[in-house]
């Protein structure tokens, strides 16, 4: 069996392996090919490693790189023509993805196209549903209430479960949180990075001269961002504050609480219950064309799968010191309603099913490809 992966972002990345993993102990002869991250790449050296390239975010930033995309979009196209994969599985990146499994379709390729993660177009673009049906042969989606959204379109859709459950659960390291001790995630990218940790940083300014006694941690995702973070520290200098590279999991179990970067690692601090607060900012073009679009009353996924705002979002201009301070400080504060936000955060979490995820993805798409299990 010769399959297609194509990931663009860390977290794709990690699901793509996850996914691998299962796929190769259902089929020890299945080959991959394809485009993803680190992880992918160390299960399969015929999948290279682009996602520090790929994994922009925005629609300002993407247009500054239109012309590396679309040479990377033409070399993809050839390279699937060349293989005659069984299968294609595009795994979230809706921007490349959606408009791979187009111009598949339209240049004629005849094997199955298969979504994993389904892009979160209910909340940006519903009339892509329609459209998407007619491209692809089948969509395992992460979220329960997304399943009936797709197959009203006609579109044959699984319910795999929330495969970051299972990941996360399987790493917890069982420790106790430390009183006194704000965690800050500002995000993975060098862009979320310059937007976020400088207003993280100036926060934890004023927490310091209402709270000495507090201690801060950092979260980097590699150390290249690590020393980005170092130096926009100097400029607004913290005391008590370290940086940590590649721990965010085990960080969330440390903290008292923290800020947490829109994202997947929002989903990540709900697994790992950690009492947190939702920061977004981006370039005021990318904001106004995304307030255009979207289409759900909040950002965070918490909170749109409880339908309330259970986790509190500053989302740009409200992403600023004064009311992160004073938010971080509450939690931290206040015991009670730590306890009742780790609580909510159990019960949305509960409604992912995740234990599992990545071996029924697996089985279906193995099936799906055109062989039996």
Not at 114 to 139: C, E, F, T
Request: charge should be positive; proline fraction near 5%; include cysteine.
């Amino acid at each position: 069996m010769r399959l297609f992966l194509l990931s663009g972002e860390r977290s794709g990345d990690r699901h793509g392996a996850g996914l691998m993993e299962e796929m190769r102990a259902l089929r020890p002869d299945v080959e991959f090919h394809g485009l993803g991250g680190a992880e992918m790449h160390a299960l399969a050296p015929a999948i290279p490693d682009w996602v520090e390239e790929a994994g922009v975010v925005g629609f300002v930033e993407v247009l500054k790189k239109y012309g590396w995309f679309k040479k990377k979009f033409a070399g993809t196209m050839a390279h699937i023509a060349e293989l005659k994969p069984d299968a294609v599985v595009l795994i979230d990146y809706p921007g490349f993805n959606l408009r791979l499994a187009k111009a598949l379709r339209e240049g004629g390729y005849r094997g199955k196209i298969i979504y994993y993660i389904s892009p979160q177009v209910w909340a940006w673009h519903r009339s892509r549903i329609p459209k998407m049906g007619k491209l692809l042969d089948l969509m395992i989606c992460i979220f329960p209430f997304e399943k009936d959204l797709y197959e009203s379109s006609g579109l044959r859709t699984i319910f795999g479960g929330h495969p970051l459950v299972e990941y996360h659960r399987r790493r917890r390291t069982g420790g106790t949180r430390k009183p006194g001790l704000i965690g800050l995630f500002p995000g993975s990218r060098r862009r979320e990075i310059a937007k976020h940790f400088p207003v993280l940083l100036q926060a934890a300014q004023q927490m310091k001269v209402q709270r000495p006694a507090l201690k801060f941690v950092a979260s980097a995702a590699s150390e290249k961002l690590a020393a980005i973070m170092r130096g926009m520290a100097a400029e607004f200098p913290v005391a008590d504050l370290t940086i940590e590279t590649g721990t965010a999991a085990a960080l969330m179990q440390r903290v008292s609480c923290g800020a947490v970067a829109s994202g997947t690692a929002t989903l990540e601090a709900a697994i790992h219950g950690l009492p947190y607060c939702l920061i977004y900012k981006v370039s005021p073009g990318t904001y106004l064309a995304g307030k255009l679009l979207i289409r759900v009353k909040w950002l965070g996924i918490v909170n749109i799968l409880a339908g309330r705002e259970v986790v509190r979002e500053f989302i740009q201009g409200r992403c600023a010191p004064k009311p992160l301070a004073k938010e971080l400080l509450r939690l931290n504060d206040d015991s009670a309603a730590r306890a009742a936000l780790v609580q909510e955060l159990e019960a949305v979490v509960a409604t992912l099913a995740g234990d599992g995820a990545y071996a029924r993805a697996a089985a279906a798409i193995v099936a799906e490809a055109g062989e039996t299990v």
